[in-house]
């Protein structure tokens, strides 16, 4: 006698289901790592986030956007200062904003930082992560260390973390692309434009949007 087989469709939505309950269940433990890994050295915690973020991209879009943004939240969460990389994307303007609209922004700018890594990072095609031993120190007690994200047939892409310690440990305060292309300076000059239409409101429904834009709604 054969076992019962369900249908093609049943079969994909319960390895759909079984993917996302693995990941789900994987990735606190990253959580966990990052927040002791930040006390002890300034390459750990960016360890603990390439296994994150490689996590997902085997995770893939076969797991539901919303599980995927659940399980790397509280990693980008121990990982980056968010506060440090928002202020410096707002500029000279964020020390006098009314402490109302720094939260209602800083909570639209963790949506949309997760956001963005749980888009950018949703398939898997045999890469890897590699940190590099060498780490920078580039004045102000930051540090920069060194990573690529290696791709089969492609040229790897740098990817650098600026390092700061503060009362939490090592955090990452900004993120260099091809070694030079900093985050916080390109969210800067984007920034601007929706500060200087509409302040602070205007930034924040933005960032929003493009939250719910690259979630395809799932996030709502």
């Known amino acids: 006698m054969t076992g019962y087989h369900p249908p093609l469709a049943g079969r994909r939505s319960a390895l759909a289901l079984g993917a996302a309950a693995l990941f789900a269940a994987a990735l606190p433990w990253q959580a966990a790592h990052a927040q002791t890994a930040a006390a002890s050295s300034p390459t ?81 095609d045999g890469q890897s992560f590699e940190v590099l031993p060498a780490v920078r120190a580039v004045g102000n007690g930051e540090l920069v260390v060194q990573t690529r994200l290696i791709r089969r047939d492609k040229a790897p892409v740098a990817l650098d973390y600026v390092m700061r310690r503060g009362a939490d440990g090592w955090k990452v305060v900004d993120v260099l692309t091809d070694g ?41």
């Open 44 to 124: 750990m915690p960016v360890e603990a986030l390439d296994n994150a973020l490689l996590a997902a991209m085997k995770a893939g879009n076969g797991t539901p956007f919303a599980a995927r943004y659940g399980a790397l939240a509280p990693v980008i969460e121990q990982v980056f200062d968010l506060e440090k990389v928002l202020a410096g994307s707002v500029g000279f303007s964020w020390p006098t904003l009314p402490p109302a609209q720094k939260a209602s922004l800083a909570a639209a700018f963790r949506r949309y930082t997760v956001a963005t890594y749980v888009a950018n990072f949703d398939s898997y």
């Open 180 to 220: 030079s292309i900093s985050r916080v300076a390109v969210q800067r000059s984007d920034f601007q434009e929706l500060l200087a239409s509409g302040g602070v409101p205007a930034l924040t429904d933005g960032l929003a949007r493009k939250a719910e834009n690259l979630s395809g709604g799932m996030l709502g």
